[in-house]
Every structure is written in C-alpha cells, then in structure tokens.
C-alpha cells in the first residue's frame, strides 16, 4: 500500500497476473527486470517459480526499499540488483534471458527494444508496461512522451522477430513472444 500511497511505480494486481502467467506459459526461469522500483515484481516472479532475476535500478531510494523487500521475502540470493542507468548496464549484460519486463522511463523503451531482443532466448517473452498510457487523449504537455510511446509499440509491432499482444490491463501490457527460427519460416511459408 505504501507504493499506492507514494508516487514509485507499482504493477497492478491485473498487469501483475498477466505478467506470471506469460512468465508460466514461456517457463521463464531467468528473468530482466528494467526498472526496479520497490521490488515488488521482482519477488513476485521469485515467488511464481522463476529461478533468477537479475534487475536493474537508478534511484538510489528505490534500491535500498528494494534490497530491505527481497530479504523480508527471503529471496536475495536468488537476485542480482544492478545500480544504475540501463543504458549503461544492457550493453554489459551477456545472459540471455527467457522473459525481460521492461517497466522504465517510458521515453527509454525504443531506444532499448534493440538490447532487448538481442538478450531474450528464442521462445523468450518481453514484456513492456503502460503501453496504453494516452489511449484516453494526451495532455498538451505529454505529446512527446506519447509519440515515443507510440513508436516504441509500432516499433515492437513490425517486428518480424516477434509476435506481440497489446493488452488492455493496467495502462497497457505488451507481450511479445521471440518466435524461434522455425516458427518464423512457418510464419513467411503460411504468407
């Protein structure tokens, strides 16, 4: 509730079940988490039967919130916190992961799709939240948020490599699945 109360991001009861049960369906044991906020998802997908999470964080607030929340949950062996700008940190990332939740800076997810592809397995499962943010009308204000938003999304959309779901939860839910090598030459056979 605290998260509720404040302004730090929290992933809503609705985005949060669709995110575990793409995690279930892809079963993703390791998971790229981009923007750590309290904490809170990450356990959640600790908790779901994910087997690592490796996530990462700029504020310096949130960091500390998160480490006191994965060892309440019991779960900090089982984590790798990275402090820092995810521009900075997804270029030094090797592993690939099997599900990647990208829930940053919203102005962050174009620029970071092509590092999110590359670090996803065939089969993986990227996840991208508030992708609907304006679908009620952009504020005067928010224009270019919303146009990076919308180019990100058409972005994710036209991507060949990936066959991607837009969800109505929350403020928007992407979910686009990393077809495998077969799965796309059935995809160019069947067109």
Do not use: W
Request: proline residues 4%.
């Amino acid at each position: 509730m605290e998260a509720l109360d404040e302004r730090d991001p929290t992933t809503p009861d609705d985005v949060l079940s669709l995110l575990l049960r793409a995690r279930r369906e892809a079963g993703a044991q390791t998971v790229l988490e981009i923007g750590t906020g309290r904490g809170l998802t990450t356990i959640a997908f600790l908790l779901d039967g994910a087997q690592r999470v490796t996530t990462i964080e700029r504020e310096e607030e949130r960091l500390h919130v998160a480490r006191e929340n994965f060892t309440r949950f019991g779960v900090s062996g089982r984590v790798t916190l990275i402090e820092g700008e995810a521009a900075d940190v997804l270029p030094c990332l090797e592993q690939p992961f099997d599900l990647i939740f990208l829930d940053c800076a919203k102005v962050q997810y174009r620029r970071f799709l092509p590092a999110c592809k590359q670090l996803l397995h065939e089969g993986g499962v990227l996840c991208a939240d508030d992708v609907l943010l304006f679908s009620d009308g952009v504020p005067k204000k928010r224009r270019m948020l919303a146009q990076h938003i919308e180019e990100f999304l058409q972005a994710l959309q036209a991507d060949e490599d990936f066959q991607t779901t837009v969800y109505p939860a929350g403020k928007g839910l992407a979910v686009a699945v990393k077809r495998t090598k077969a799965g796309q030459r059935a995809q160019k056979e069947a067109e």
